[in-house]
């Protein structure tokens, strides 16, 4: 014990403990230059993102406007989705054949129209002109086929309709 007292009364000691004063005390000016730069730049980091704003109240605010935009992109794929199924059973393929009924009239005055969906179904119109009447007939059309009989320029309409892509 005399040892350790001896010691603490040395001039070694107090050598000791002003070496070690001085390295705390340059560790303690670092560590204050480190902490100027890093506040340096978080103030830099802030003023360019918030611009003196909260940074925490804008990342929230910013959480909340991506949830509704996810929200809202839902509810406008589920609207997209039940446009497409009712745009499968729109007309969006159309066929026509111009031609002449009959010998005596010159022009090609006639007409089959064909106006299909996309699993081609839908109705064929022919309207047959002559000089003294003209008649326009309907005939319903599944899949690209007809339970009446068709004409040839009937036919051909349908033909082109089912070939149109769009």
Partial sequence: MELITNFLKSDIFLY??????????????INIIK????????????????NGTNLEEMLKKY???????????????????????????????????????????????????????DSNSGVVLNGIYSPEISNIYAKPIKNGKSTYTISEEEKQAIDIAVNTFI
């Avoid at 000791?16 to 000016?29: D, P, Q, S």
């Fill in 16 to 29: 000791f403990i002003a070496i070690g004063f001085l390295i705390l005390l340059i560790l303690y000016v």
């Fill in 35 to 50: 902490l100027k730069k890093l506040k340096a730049n978080y103030n830099k980091v802030f003023k360019k993102l918030g």
């Fill in 63 to 117: 959480i909340y406007e991506v949830e509704r935009i996810s929200e809202n992109n839902q509810e406008l794929n589920k609207y997209c989705d039940s446009l497409n199924r009712e745009l499968e059973t729109c007309i969006k393929k159309v066929g026509i054949v111009r031609y002449s009924a009959f010998k005596d009239t010159g022009s090609d005055l006639s007409f089959a129209l064909a106006l299909l969906n």
